[in-house]
């Protein structure tokens, strides 16, 4: 199953926070390889305002066990967190089109 997290940050700038636990969040990065499918800051004129997150798991109770593990969520830079099944049917990084039969 995929699983999609979109992590908006607080309203007020959050970037120093994020710089002081980078070296956490890239280890925990580099440890959860497996399952991340696609992660990155979600950037408003040039200025990180949150995070994207598409896990592989077994099911949503696994993805947010990793994704609460992170150390961005453990130092409460998101504001929100809204998490939704996501099923890739088409573009290229799933080969084309992968419709439903």
């Known amino acids: 199953m995929l699983v ?3 992590c908006i940050d ?4 959050m970037q120093n926070i994020r710089l002081e636990h980078l070296g956490a969040h ?3 990065v580099e440890e959860n390889m497996a399952n991340i499918c696609v992660a990155g800051p979600l ?3 040039g200025e990180i305002v949150g995070s994207l997150y598409v896990l592989a ?3 949503i109770d696994e993805a947010k066990a990793i994704l609460f593990s992170d ?12 998490i939704h099944e ?3 049917y088409a573009g290229n990084w799933v080969g084309g089109k992968n419709w439903p039969t």
Do not use: M, R
């Open 26 to 28: 890239l280890a925990w």
């Open 71 to 82: 150390p961005y969520y453990l130092a409460n830079i998101w504001q929100t967190v809204t």
């Open 86 to 88: 996501f099923n890739a």
């Open 4 to 6: 999609q997290f979109n």
């Open 43 to 45: 950037k408003d004129n």
């Open 10 to 13: 607080h309203p007020y700038s």
């Open 57 to 59: 798991t077994e099911g």
